[in-house]
Nanobody
Framework: QVQLVESGGGLVQAGGSLRLSCAAS????????MGWFRQAPGKEREFVGY????????DYADSVKGRFTISRDNAKNTVYLQMNSLKPEDTAVYYC????????????WGQGTQVTVSS
């Protein structure tokens, strides 16, 4: 059974930092692009960023560029989201996802972890 499990969420003051982890089990995702998404209350899920499997290059949404960094450790089958200079508007449930090589879509999802940034 394929599983993605996020951890590391919590409550932090504005300007603070958190590092989220996404651990995969059931199969390896070393050959998959891995993405992070978030959903704030009353809003649709939005793209945060992703890391390519082939060269570990990354892309980010403009709203987090320069503050968030995605990395991966294929030996641990884990992807990370380092979040710095957090703002109250970063408050959301954060999800990691794996892109399927067959559909080219993010078909595998974790259950999410809550991040709350207080002002």
């Amino acid at each position: 059974q394929v599983q993605l499990v996020e951890s590391g969420g919590g409550l932090v003051q504005a300007g603070g930092s958190l590092r989220l982890s996404c651990a995969a089990s059931g199969r390896t995702f070393s050959n998959n692009d891995m993405g992070w998404f978030r959903q704030a209350p009353g809003k649709e899920r939005e793209f945060v960023g992703y890391i390519r499997w082939i060269d570990s290059s990354t892309d980010y949404a403009d709203s987090v560029k320069g503050r968030f960094t995605i990395s991966r450790d294929n030996a641990k089958n884990t992807v990370y989201l380092q979040m710095n200079s957090l703002k109250p508007e970063d408050t959301a449930v954060y999800y990691c996802a794996a892109r399927s090589k067959y559909t080219n879509m993010f078909d595998y999802w974790g259950q999410g972890t809550q991040v709350t940034v207080s002002s």
